[in-house]
């Protein structure tokens, strides 16, 4: 019973700045009880980890992302946010926001970001 839907995504030129939410609807415990996660695809690639954030609020990145991509989380909001800075052409994917709670996992339609001059 949990729906996520990503947004912010969009053009922007290498150097930039972009961020992320995404934002669940459901049973607020569940929500809250939740670890949530980042990932992305770029095409004909496998869909790959960008960032994590428990319940609690640990977070882990893809060495790749480490120090310019920052995870966080505002329960009472019911939104997880990917703040990326410094964005290169690689960084070119589609963005999808996941939740797990217990054995069972939830996937958003992924938003677009494009790093291009």
């Known amino acids: 019973q949990v729906q996520l839907v990503e947004s912010g995504g969009g053009l922007v030129q290498p150097g930039g700045s972009l961020r992320l939410s995404c934002a669940a609807s459901?049973?607020?415990?569940?929500?809250?009880?939740?670890?949530m996660g980042w990932y992305r695809q770029a095409p004909g690639k496998q869909r790959d980890l960008v960032a994590t954030?428990?319940?609690?609020?640990?977070?882990n990145y893809a060495d790749s992302v480490k120090g310019r991509f920052t995870v966080s989380r505002d329960n009472a909001k019911n939104t997880m946010y990917l703040q990326m800075n410094s964005l290169k052409p690689e960084n070119t994917a589609v963005y999808y926001c996941?939740?797990?709670?217990?054995?069972?996992?939830?996937w958003g339609q992924g938003t677009q970001v494009t790093v291009s001059s």
């Open positions: 459901g049973s607020i415990f569940s929500i809250n009880a939740m670890g």
């Open positions: 954030i428990t319940s609690g609020g640990s977070t």
């Open positions: 996941k939740s797990n709670l217990g054995l069972l996992d939830w």
